[in-house]
């Protein structure tokens, strides 16, 4: 059995389009209860623990976990599944540090607040460049995989099934901000959680986890070696990728910014518990490929094709499809839509208020938010039309992310610092890690990234520190 099998392409654009109206009716309706700037960006700050909890896992679990991470574990063994869930630890580490955030900005909006008062205007401006280009690739891995996974699953053109998703999910943001955000994404996790868990229940009916184990000894020992270099690198790349990706997008910071003051670590720390097992269940799907005989065709969508095979196996053969299709639908809208969210308020708040020095009322900030919103959207779409392979996409910006760990973690915690240094050293990390992702070897740019920033993070702290100034917006 084929991916293409799974559905035919009434049936696929029927499912698709009316998730699409379920989610644009939902944004409405929660959209009612934003009625001010404030309540469009941030929810009116008064997010709880269950919802805090579920956005923060819904969008971690994007279309690269259900993705990347069965790629991952198909092609570097037990390591790779496990280099995957190591990026858990990133939102583990922001739970602390989103109470030290709340606390220091407890006015704070975007991501670009804490650069422009720790570093400056210089040092404002290198982390909006980093976080804009990271969004928009981010971005373009969500569209590329919706509309690979549409066409593959149920025929759908992948330029048409792309935009689909893309319009769905910037409708229902357009609608209600964060609190249409947050409540789609707290039905989406539920969704993500029980259809993931039911999938691989149904794969060890299938094929027990000692025939797994057998299977590889014997034919493919290399996935099972602890000291394979790759997949080890693999883990460490990850779990910076992970470290950099909660520390400067806006993404986390305006979850942080969003929930209760003393919710946010809480929640926090209760989405990374809850994502940590996901990429390991997805994962396992892809290792039980070769006792189950299933012929892997296109390695990226191992993760589907396995799971279309165990379901067609049992009696829910006739709706394998179905449920594929919802809950990657659900991982990918979880993701699009945080990240229109995230991006249009930096666009809005430091670009629009920020950089070109414009004033906005209640009466013209949607407008303004709106456009933001769609320009976003257009320019992943076009970006995404190239359809290339989402992990090369996604980790190249690894690099990126990494440079800014250290600087984060210092300007909360240290009250004085050499910017020059710390801005220098987040430039140089970023060069120096895109060249050897490129030139020597994938998994190393975001490590090379992280460790020259931080010996320069580390020097600003003894060569000619200055006072920072205070975190007051």
């Known amino acids: 059995m084929t991916l293409a099998a799974a559905l035919n392409q009434s049936t696929g654009w029927a499912i698709v ?20 700037s404030e309540g469009f960006m941030l929810a009116g700050r008064n997010v709880g623990l269950a919802l805090g909890a579920a956005t923060a896992m819904a969008t971690w679990v994007t279309s690269n976990t259900t993705m990347v991470a069965p790629l991952l574990a198909y092609e570097k063994g037990v390591w790779g599944m496990l280099a995957y869930a190591s990026a858990s630890f990133g939102l583990l580490l922001f739970a602390p540090l989103a ?26 401006a290198v982390f909006l460049v980093i976080t804009l280009v990271y969004s928009i690739t981010w971005l373009v891995t969500m569209a590329i995989a919706g509309g690979k ?139 039980a490929a070769g006792p189950l005989g299933v012929n892997v065709t296109d390695p990226s969508k191992v993760g589907p094709q396995v799971a279309e095979h165990v379901l067609g196996l049992s009696a829910l053969g006739p709706y394998a499809g179905v449920i594929i299709l919802v809950v990657l639908f659900c991982s990918m809208a979880s993701s699009i839509d945080s990240l229109l969210a995230a991006t ?25 938010a709106a456009v933001c919103i769609i320009s976003v959207s257009v320019i992943a779409w076009l970006l995404a039309l190239s359809g290339l392979p989402v992990d090369q996409v996604l980790f190249s910006s690894g690099p990126l992310v990494a440079s800014l760990i250290w600087p984060v973690i210092a300007g909360l915690f240290w009250k004085q610092l050499n910017r020059t240094l710390v801005i220098l050293g987040i430039v140089f990390a970023c060069g120096i890690g895109l060249w050897c992702y490129f030139e020597v070897q994938t998994y190393t740019g975001a490590l090379v990234a992280a460790a020259i920033s931080m010996i320069f993070t580390i020097a600003a702290r003894y060569l000619g520190p200055q006072p920072l100034n205070p975190l007051s917006s």
């Not at 389009?17 to 001010?36: D, E, H, M, P, Q």
């Open 99 to 124: 109470f030290r955030i709340r606390k220091l900005l407890p006015n704070g909006v975007t991501a670009g607040d804490f650069f422009r008062l720790r570093y400056g205007r210089l040092g404002w």
């Open 149 to 287: 996974l549409l066409e593959a699953l149920a025929a759908i053109p992948f330029a048409q099934g792309m935009t689909l998703i893309l319009v769905v999910c910037v409708l229902y943001t357009l609608f209600g901000g964060l609190y249409a955000v947050i409540g789609t994404d707290f039905i989406q996790s539920l969704i993500i959680l029980i259809g993931i868990v039911f999938i691989d229940f149904v794969v060890i009916q299938n094929v027990e986890v000692a025939a797994v184990h057998t299977h590889l000894a014997r034919e493919q020992p290399a996935l099972l070696d602890i000291m394979m270099p790759a997949a080890l690198l693999a883990i460490f790349n990850n779990m910076l990728f992970g470290f950099g990706e909660v520390m400067h997008n806006n993404v986390w910071w305006s979850r942080a910014f969003a929930m209760r003051e003393k919710i946010a670590p809480k929640a926090f720390f209760l989405s990374g518990i809850l994502w940590f097992p996901i990429p390991i269940a997805a994962g396992f799907i892809a290792l």
């Open 344 to 368: 249009s308020d930096l666009l809005v708040r430091d670009i629009y208020e920020g950089v070109f020095k414009k004033s906005l009322t209640p009466e013209t900030f949607r407008p303004v």
């Open 17 to 36: 389009i009316s998730l699409g109206v379920l989610w644009v009716l939902l944004g409405i309706y929660w959209g009612r209860r934003a009625k001010t």
